[in-house]
């Protein structure tokens, strides 16, 4: 059944899930006739946040494929929800250039927390999207807030430097990494390095628990030469055994707390806000660029021409944008 934008957001003002799953999805189209669904969604998400007074805290779980990143996440929601808190999970899964489809399997690693009543778990695409974040994951996150959800994880894909862009999404970055992987360091980019809050060397279990304390200090005392007094820490876990589990989440939580205490929370969010519009910008320009038949018959011909190296790449995109501007 099809829903108005004013039903779906009376649905989700009363935290109804399916409501919430509509939202995401109208949010993810790509479907020009969808715009104007779109705005006046996002224009109902302001006005009832603001109504409501509150916000959540945003936090994003990143590193390398295999890691452990989906169990680790299925046991911090449980935390959380056990604090009392609401939890929504953003699962960014990589999309085949191809064919654009995904694997979407990070729900059947989190099977406990799928089943609490208090818990939103979405798989979602990232469409050829850079950065490991989806191209609707910023506006996906003021959905489960307007559905009443405090406390919402962002699982991203493990894709190398262009990671660092989940800093700005999120109000804490959990970096997730192991020893014994074959690089060490050299295994994480320079760029996320620079813009965790907290690391959890992860699969401590039997005798790779010894190799994850080791690399736990070799990785401490690089980000310590990297960064200083603001250096991260830097703890063992085992999502399996529970190892340094509670110590990672309670130090998840200092770290929130001392963001309020110092003012870069809400510094952080303004700045958000401000690289958001400029983003969103870019992708209304691109999507409004795609749907005009002489601009798409004009870059097509200009791509023949490149490929054929008749032209070169600069030179066929300023002829481009002049075409734009009547130049």
């Known amino acids: 059944m099809h829903l108005s934008v004013k039903e779906i957001l009376e649905g989700l003002d009363r935290g109804k899930r399916a409501s919430l799953a509509r939202a995401i999805t109208m949010l993810e189209s790509r479907r020009p006739q969808d715009r104007e669904h779109q705005l006046g969604l996002l224009d109902g998400f302001e006005r009832l946040i603001a109504q409501k007074g509150h916000s959540s805290v945003r936090i994003a779980v990143t590193g390398a494929p295999g890691v452990g990143k989906s169990t680790l996440i299925n046991q911090l929601g449980l935390w959380f ?18 064919t654009g489809g ?3 399997g990070d729900k059947t690693r989190m099977d406990d927390l799928s089943r609490e009543a208090d818990a939103f778990i979405r798989p979602s695409p990232t469409s050829g999207h850079l950065g490991g974040v989806a191209i609707a994951t910023r506006q996906a996150i003021l959905a489960c807030e307007v559905a009443g959800f405090d406390r919402i994880i ?19 970055v959990l970096l997730v990494t192991i020893a014994g992987a074959g690089d060490g360091l050299q295994g994480i980019k320079r760029g996320i390095l620079e813009s965790v809050d907290l690391v959890a060397v992860n699969k401590a279990d039997g005798e790779r628990r010894e190799w994850a304390e080791n690399h736990a200090r070799e990785l ?5 030469l990297l960064r200083g007094h603001d250096s991260p820490l830097c703890i063992p876990t085992s999502a399996i055994s529970a190892h340094g589990v509670q110590s990672l989440f309670a130090r998840l939580d200092d770290v929130v707390h001392g963001m309020h205490e110092s003012g ?8 958000q806000r401000i690289r958001w519009f400029n983003e969103t910008i870019r992708h209304l320009v691109d999507l409004e660029l795609k749907q005009r038949a002489s601009w798409n018959e004009h870059e097509n011909k200009l791509r023949d021409q490149v490929e054929d190296g008749t032209t070169t790449p600069f030179r066929a995109a300023a002829a481009l944008i002049d075409t734009l501007f009547g130049r």
């Open 154 to 172: 962002v699982e991203t894909v493990g894709v190398g430097q262009s990671e660092y862009q989940v800093r700005h999404l999120a109000d804490a």
């Open 81 to 98: 929800i056990s604090q009392g808190h609401r939890v929504a999970v953003l699962a960014i899964d990589p999309s085949s250039e191809a």
């Open 220 to 224: 401490s005392g690089a980000l310590n």
């Open 264 to 271: 870069k929370f809400e510094s952080q969010r303004q700045t």
């Open 102 to 104: 995904s694997i979407l």
